[in-house]
């Protein structure tokens, strides 16, 4: 694991344009940023293209980091927000306003499923759960991210981040009742 | 149930209690508390059987070829700070609807738009509401120059920027925003409020980074976003009554505040600027 310092040495190097110390940095934190990606899109492809999108949006603001959280939080939030922009254009572009992994009748997404390494029914759980309480859930829960990462992540205080996982865990525990009954 | 009731649920839940007598004593007097409990067990049983999730060694190259291609085609330089803050540009703006809306608290509690019509020769609208705003005001402070860089037209602020919802709530909340789309703002709080529980957080497809942003520049520090709509007027029913000097919004609580007792401050999304506050 990195120190600050290390962080910050490294984010100098990407600024003067050394790609070997970006290279580093994509090799650290590639595997989680996909993982995180993958659970948000819930399809490989998106996943990759979102995982591409992150790095390259953190490399072009490499000088933008300020240091006040640390490097791979930095990334990460970099991450939930590239998936929400590309979940906002995917609704604006289709007819069907929900993306395939998203739309809970969509039986035939049984690739997205395993793709996401997540049950059918686990999916459509969350998919029918508001957006926030399932990014939430999908970080503290699946990823296991402590609160205060998830809140630096979310840019949220610790408060909400904990009212959100709550309350995101109670609507899936009703929407698995749901599907069961 | 209390705050802290519901998080000794979850440290119970989540097995991160050394002792969990209170907990459990919790439980045992409290139907609510035992069904919430269940709930959040059920979660995270369901939720630990998820399996990890890894790159193929394809995937993988596939993502450095695509990531190299696109940072050595036009060979690009990562972007470094600009040598001023971003709140700069918004200064003079900020520092003129400041003193506007403290004159007109002053002055008159129904008199926004007989004051600037009599004293301003109506160059300015009076409808905080409405983005002309913004830039009529900008135009009256910097004669046109809208590239900020922290040159204001030789108005000084004073005020905070945190005062700007003790300011719009100073007197008739309704003088931020025309009438008509001040009862629009109250009747989205208060469904807002009577929902909490059902309704599920609508964002309208913004992200949580520019709706933070917005906040932020507003001065709500210490306030969170409940909702966001980017279309009032395409509320997806025919007969909804959306008057036209609504605005796209986003509705702000204070942080930690229950919703249903909060205040409620509507933002502008094109200006972030306060337009009304609910109480």
């Known amino acids: 694991m990195t120190t600050p310092a290390q962080e910050a040495e490294l984010l100098a190097r990407v600024v003067d344009g050394d790609h070997d110390a970006f290279t580093e940095i994509m090799r650290s934190h590639e595997d989680r940023v996909f993982s995180v990606c993958l659970r948000i899109m819930g399809n490989r492809d998106q996943a990759l293209d979102a995982t591409q999108e992150t790095f390259l949006t953190t490399f072009r603001k490499a000088g933008q980091f300020k240091g006040n959280s640390a490097l791979g939080t930095w990334i990460y939030r970099i991450a939930v927000n590239t998936c929400y922009d590309q979940l906002r254009k995917q609704k604006r ?5 929900m993306p395939d992994h998203l ?27 508001p957006e926030d309480f399932r990014t939430a859930v999908i970080l503290s829960d699946i990823e296991g991210m402590g609160l205060p990462e998830v809140a630096e992540i979310l840019e949220i205080p610790v408060g909400t981040v904990k009212s959100r996982v709550f309350r995101g865990r109670r609507l899936l525990a009703g929407e698995l009742g749901n599907q069961s009954v | 149930m209390r705050e802290h009731e519901l998080e000794l649920i ?4 989540e097995g991160r209690l050394e002792d969990e007598t209170d907990a459990r004593a919790l439980l045992a007097s409290s139907e609510e508390a035992r069904a919430e409990f269940e709930a959040q067990v059920s979660a995270l049983t369901a939720l630990s059987a998820t399996s990890p999730v890894m790159m193929s060694p394809t995937e993988r190259a596939g993502l450095h070829r695509d990531i190299w291609t696109e940072l050595h085609s036009p060979m690009p330089v990562p972007s470094t700070p600009s ?9 003079p703006v900020a520092a003129g609807m400041f003193v506007l809306v403290g004159l007109v608290a002053v002055l008159s509690q129904d008199g926004l738009e007989t004051f600037v019509a009599a004293d301003q020769g109506a160059a300015v609208t009076t409808s905080l509401a409405s983005s002309e705003t913004t830039d009529a005001v900008a135009e009256e402070l910097d004669g046109g120059d809208d590239s900020g860089g922290g040159e204001a037209g030789g108005e000084t602020v004073t005020e905070s920027p945190t005062n700007t919802v ?27 409020r009577e929902d909490e529980e059902s309704r599920s957080l609508q964002l309208g497809g913004l992200s949580t980074t520019e709706l933070a942003d917005c906040l932020e520049r507003a001065g709500l520090d210490g306030y969170e976003v409940r909702e966001a709509n980017p279309t009032p007027d395409d509320q997806g029913d025919p007969d909804a ?3 036209e000097e609504a605005v796209p919004y986003l509705a702000a609580i204070p942080s930690g505040e229950e919703l249903a007792t909060a205040e409620v401050v509507f933002v502008a999304l094109e200006t972030c600027e306060v337009i009304h506050v609910d109480r």
Do not use: N
């Open chain 1, 93 to 97: 572009r289709k007819t069907d306003p």
């Open chain 1, 103 to 129: 739309d809970p009748t969509d039986h035939s997404a049984q690739d997205a499923v395993d793709a996401a390494g997540l049950r059918p029914e686990i999916r459509r759980a969350l998919a029918a759960i």
């Open chain 2, 10 to 13: 979850a440290a119970l839940a």
């Open chain 2, 83 to 91: 040598s001023k803050p971003w709140y700069y540009r918004w200064m």
């Open chain 2, 166 to 192: 003790a300011e719009a709530g100073d007197g008739d909340a309704s003088a931020q925003a025309p009438p008509a789309a001040a009862a629009f703002y109250s009747a989205e709080a208060d469904e807002l």
């Open chain 2, 241 to 243: 009554d959306v008057p």
